[in-house]
């Protein structure tokens, strides 16, 4: 292996979303910097932040039909039951809700928990609060996802928080995902809450670090009365 291809491989790559954002800081920073040379500094070191806030580093993914993935790098913040979002259209009854806070500092990059088809894509306007806060589930602005297969359906949802203002999706309601696949990014912190059926073995705990694409948050095989876990179409 040559020393080009060595220094190549120990950069993380960036997402193709996050380009504009570094263009622009380094811009910025050249224009600043031409007439405030200490705040050239600074700006390349902001540039360096955004590039790091970026990065979409590759994942190795669990083997497993009945896995379910954490979507998101950060810190499980609340584990337990909830009624799931009215759009996501799964039902009145309470489901358990595994919630993932994702700071500044984590990469951003959304991967589905669970392979199969999204029959459900719903986005909802709202507010912008602290995504910690548990009510911002029901505020705060958000994009939802239903992913189903053999009858089993997985909801995970991406919620907007107080810096973050944008949520992307790259997926359309009717295509199909792999586990670990790449479905979106929520720029400059936020949340994501995955909801599974009653009866389901949750393997994660409150403020458990995540790693999106590799952590296992749940193993649907593991539940007694498998059964439980399915919610049916229609």
Known sequence: MSLVDSVTKA????????????????VATLVIGWFVDPLFWIGLILTAWVCYFFRDPKRVTPIGESLVISPADGVVSHV???RPPAELELGDEPMLRVSIFMNVFNCHVN???????IVRLAYRAGRFLNAELDKASEENERNGLVIEKDGIRIGVVQIAGLVARRIVCF?????TLSTGER???IRFGS???VYFPLGTTIRVAHGQ?????ETVLADLADAPGKSQLVTRVG
């Open 11 to 26: 950069f993380v790559p960036i997402h193709r979303e996050g380009w504009p954002f570094i263009a622009i800081a380094f």
């Open 80 to 82: 337990g039951p909830v």
């Open 209 to 213: 670090t995540m790693i999106a694409g």
């Open 111 to 117: 991967r589905a928990p669970f392979g199969g088809r």
């Open 171 to 175: 997926v359309r309601e009717g295509e």
């Open 183 to 185: 479905f979106g990014l």
């Open 191 to 193: 949340r994501l809450d």
